[in-house]
Nanobody
Framework: QVQLVESGGGLVQAGGSLRLSCGAS????????MGWFRQAPGKEREFVTA????????GYADSVKGRFTISRDNAKNTVYLQMNSLKAEDSAVYYC????????????????WGQGTQVTVSS
């Protein structure tokens, strides 16, 4: 079992930055692919980015390329999402997810989820 806890969300003005953190606990959490997803009101949950246990980035959603960066510190069992040049359309609940399976961009391939952290970008 893996437990995930996100932090770092909040209210920021357009053009600003936030860094989200996801702390993982439980057995062999450092061997998991870790992903970030987001869900805005009335919309489906969408893939943002993910990173394998070895540090390879799976990819970024087109809408965040060049602005968001994922990283992980296996010694701290933590994955980060640095979000720069934030836009109003980035407002959503951001979820951290983990899987020991094949790393994909599909939410259904992730086994563990955090409770989410709200990001609100004011325009």
């Amino acid at each position: 079992q893996v437990q995930l806890v996100e932090s770092g969300g909040g209210l920021v003005q357009a053009g600003g930055s936030l860094r989200l953190s996801c702390g993982a606990s439980g057995r062999t959490s450092s061997y998991h692919t870790m992903g970030w997803f987001r869900q805005a009101p009335g919309k489906e949950r969408e893939f943002v980015t993910a990173v394998t246990a070895g540090g390879r980035t799976i990819g970024y959603a087109d809408s965040v390329k060049g602005r968001f960066t994922i990283s992980r510190d296996n010694a701290k069992n933590t994955v980060y999402l640095q979000m720069n040049s934030l836009k109003a359309e980035d407002s959503a609940v951001y979820y951290c997810a983990a899987t020991r399976g094949i790393a994909t961009m599909r939410s259904s391939s992730y086994d563990y989820w955090g409770q989410g952290t709200q990001v609100t970008v004011s325009s």
